[in-house]
């Protein structure tokens, strides 16, 4: 199958409103009165972001949830996303199958459609960049910046997990359950983003981002945006059962450099209580430090970077 096939047959089904049946130049983005419109791009890469042998329906899932994370993060609901790929001369129709009912299935939860992309063939790893596009009422973004000295810090979910699944993908020895094990490879390959937060999120939030490149990096990126120090209480931060049977007395530390999370950390007035979980303080000054029982602890790295 070529190219034009491989589209015809896998994303003109998944192609919506201003997609054009994916047979023009371009796309047509519509847009919403009384919205601000909200970009973004992640890529993910065989090899760094996922295995080859993971399926392609999971795949599929990651690339799109990266980037719903991100909008999420700011206070906006998805709506359309364009599709890049770099497919190894070796995918099939049935990985390709796969991959497009992982979208499929994402497109349906998340309410949004395909507008668009580019196909290419590669030798290298196989590659996915995704562009998401959602609406925030003017005005309304919350940003990395507008954290207050007083405010308290929030976390969506739990963290850390991903990083445990991936750890067991590189057979860090473990005695967890099979249910434990799976439940940690699963947010691995699978990120749940609170989507549907967003709208909860902008109404309270004074400043917040998406904790992808690991929970104390990511709230380094809003005190530094914000000119603000964050305290963060390691007794608070929420880890799961499964993944303190993984690491144990470490699993704070590993948590909060993991990375991979696509959950949500937030400031916001004292005393919210709601989906997600009270885990420091804003204060005058700048970075990050971490306490566990009144105590500071050195945070051996600042989280994932790709070089
Ligand atoms: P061009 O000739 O401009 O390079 P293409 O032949 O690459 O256009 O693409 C033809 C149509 O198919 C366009 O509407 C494009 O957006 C769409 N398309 C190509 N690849 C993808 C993809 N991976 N996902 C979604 N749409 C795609
Ligand atoms: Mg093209």
Same mark, same amino acid.
């Given at each position: 199958?070529?190219?034009?096939?491989?589209?015809?047959?896998?994303?003109?089904?998944?192609?919506?409103?201003?997609?054009?049946?994916?047979?023009?130049?371009?796309?047509?983005?519509?847009?919403?009165?009384?919205?601000?419109?909200?970009?973004?791009?992640?890529?993910?890469?065989?090899?760094?972001?996922?295995?080859?042998?993971?399926?392609?329906?999971?795949?599929?899932?990651?690339?799109?949830?990266?980037?719903?994370?991100?909008?999420?993060?700011?206070?906006?609901?998805?709506?359309?996303?364009?599709?890049?790929?770099?497919?190894?001369?070796?995918?099939?129709?049935?990985?390709?199958?796969?991959?497009?009912?992982?979208?499929?299935?994402?497109?349906?939860?998340?309410?949004?459609?395909?507008?668009?992309?580019?196909?290419?063939?590669? *030798?290298?790893? =196989?590659?996915? %960049? $995704? #562009? @998401?596009?959602?609406?925030?009422?003017?005005?309304?973004?919350?940003?990395? &910046?507008?954290?207050?000295?007083?405010?308290?810090?929030?976390?969506?979910?739990?963290?850390?997990?991903?990083?445990?699944?991936?750890?067991?993908?590189?057979?860090?020895?473990?005695?967890?359950?099979?249910?434990?094990?799976?439940?940690?490879?699963?947010?691995?390959?699978?990120?749940?983003?609170?989507?549907?937060?967003?709208?909860?999120?902008?109404?309270?939030?004074?400043?917040?981002?998406?904790?992808?490149?690991?929970?104390?990096?990511?709230?380094?990126?809003?005190?530094?945006?914000?000119?603000?120090?964050?305290?963060?209480?390691?007794?608070?931060?929420?880890?799961?059962?499964?993944?303190?049977?993984?690491?144990? *007395?470490?699993? =704070?530390?590993? %948590? $909060? #450099? @993991?990375?991979?999370?696509?959950?949500?950390?937030?400031?916001?007035?004292? &005393?919210?209580?709601?989906?997600?979980?009270?885990?420091?303080?804003?204060?005058?000054?700048?970075?990050?430090?971490?306490?566990?029982?009144?105590?500071?602890?050195?945070?051996?790295?600042?989280?994932?970077?790709?070089?």
């Amino acid at each position: 199958m070529d190219e034009f096939g491989v589209i015809a047959k896998y994303f003109v089904p998944l192609a919506g409103e201003g997609a054009f049946g994916l047979t023009d130049d371009v796309a047509l983005l519509p847009q919403r009165p009384g919205h601000d419109l909200l970009v973004t791009t992640d890529a993910i890469t065989e090899g760094v972001d996922f295995f080859g042998f993971d399926p392609s329906s999971t795949i599929a899932r990651k690339a799109l949830r990266v980037n719903l994370s991100d909008l999420a993060a700011k206070g906006a609901v998805p709506a359309y996303y364009l599709l890049n790929l770099s497919l190894p001369h070796t995918v099939t129709p049935d990985w390709l199958a796969g991959f497009a009912e992982g979208l499929a299935s994402d497109q349906d939860q998340y309410s949004l459609s395909l507008l668009g992309g580019d196909t290419g063939a590669t *030798d290298g790893p =196989l590659s996915i %960049a $995704v #562009t @998401a596009f959602g609406f925030v009422p003017t005005g309304k973004m919350v940003k990395r &910046g507008g954290a207050r000295v007083g405010d308290d810090v929030y976390v969506t979910g739990s963290i850390g997990e991903s990083g445990g699944g991936l750890a067991i993908f590189r057979r860090e020895t473990h005695t967890l359950p099979d249910a434990d094990r799976d439940s940690l490879i699963a947010r691995y390959r699978t990120p749940e983003p609170p989507v549907t937060f967003a709208s909860g999120l902008r109404d309270v939030a004074h400043a917040s981002v998406d904790v992808s490149d690991g929970l104390v990096a990511d709230l380094g990126h809003i005190a530094s945006a914000s000119g603000v120090r964050i305290v963060v209480k390691g007794e608070a931060v929420p880890l799961s059962a499964p993944l303190r049977a993984l690491w144990g *007395d470490n699993t =704070l530390l590993r %948590a $909060v #450099t @993991a990375g991979d999370d696509y959950q949500i950390a937030f400031t916001g007035p004292p &005393g919210l209580s709601g989906l997600f979980t009270r885990i420091g303080h804003v204060e005058a000054g700048e970075g990050v430090s971490l306490t566990l029982n009144g105590s500071d602890i050195a945070v051996p790295k600042t989280g994932y970077r790709h070089f």
